[in-house]
């Protein structure tokens, strides 16, 4: 059994909060991928528009709005262009929503579509809103990561703003840049050290710990290309349309950047599985970070990728008021701060809070997603957990290294597709977590309605 996170509040029934529906896109790739035809904030606007339309009919969801009980949240990591203002607002405008909804947009980096569907969570749960509009975002093949990190700089050029130096003097950090010969940096050179920490952990040989990696990513394209995968992964897609290309591989649109009736294709396969890869060709790659005798490489490592999700919470009482169908509830969450050299062992830390708190363990959890930011991350998780990869619980249909990982909604994602998991199985418990970037981590324990 697992203890929820509600239970301990002694409230009412009625009072729970609950997940009604949710959708997200297809992920795009960077090369040639559809996805990278629209705004970013284009991906959002047809989700939150069918999630009001798929499950409101015959609730008034204006009277709603007008009297504060509508909230939107969305993640985000590069809020810039497309993605500036306020995503959540503009996005929730844009869908011709009730204008009385307000939105938030948030960034917790890779736990920022996990962020908003906790935050939203609370927000049922005071019963300070009825309905809360929850997900993500990232256009990554035109916002890559630091994009917002970017000014205009002497004589209007570029340039990139460096973190605030004062956390390079933080105590342990400090301390640590020495043990481990290497400063606070970015997500890959921290993917990197947390490759030869865990080799030299394992005690694995250079070359059979680099195979292992190479193998784990391998795996997670085979289980994506099946298709049982991309026809349950499928049901999770709502199909959008994009503008095709003219003659010069330019989008065409009207004037005003819109769609043009007849000239679109639509978006609804997740682009970045690669069927044909296998493991004697990703031990041919060279290192992202070290050339020769790197752990990281394109290889094993996820792609950059476009995408977005939202996701309907209500209270149980409201969803059986207004005969809406309940799919599930959030039984526990955690997020936890971690080693901001490293940066990328939130699986490790937060974890144990999760199961903890729920006075449970990863035994009790049918399903298991960890999230395949890099290929290191999931060994030296899998390894401090004292889990398998190749357990038949582990990321099923699949995971972000073959299928990407839109820092903004992967949260979301992950949440969505355990419940998904368990609905087609017919099972009770299931566990995503993922790490994130600055040295944080996050985790996330859901259960099927009527399990």
Known sequence: MVKSMFSTMGLPKEREPVIVDWKRSALGKKRGGLLRRLRGDDMIVPLLRYIVDENLEGVNFKKLADEGKVDCLVGCNSQVGAMALDIARTTALAAHLPISVPGVSMNRQCASGMTTVWFGWHEILTGDKDIALCGGVEAQTTLPIMADMTIVGPGNKPQTIPPNIKISKHPYILEKSEEYGQRMSAQIPGAELMGKVWNNKI???????????????????????????????GKEILPIKVPKLDEKGEPITDPKGQLIEGETDIADVDEGVRPNTTVEKCQKLRGIVKRRKGYLTAGNSCPETDGAA????????????HGLKIRGTIEMMANVGTDPIMMLTGPIEATPIVMKKAETSLDEMEFIEINEAFST???????????????????????AIAIGHPTGMTGTRLIGTTLHQLEETQKTYAYSTLCVGLGMGMGCIVKREGA
């Open 203 to 233: 005690g694995n040989l250079y070359e059979e710990f680099r195979l292992e990696l190479d193998e784990l990513s391998v795996n997670s394209h085979m289980k994506a290309k099946t298709d049982h995968a991309y026809e349950m992964r």
């Open 310 to 321: 939202i996701m309907m919470l209500t209270s149980r009482g409201f969803a059986e008021e």
């Open 377 to 399: 991350v999931v060994k030296a998780s899998c390894y401090e957990l004292g889990l398998d990869w190749k357990d038949p619980r582990f990321n099923v249909w699949g995971g």
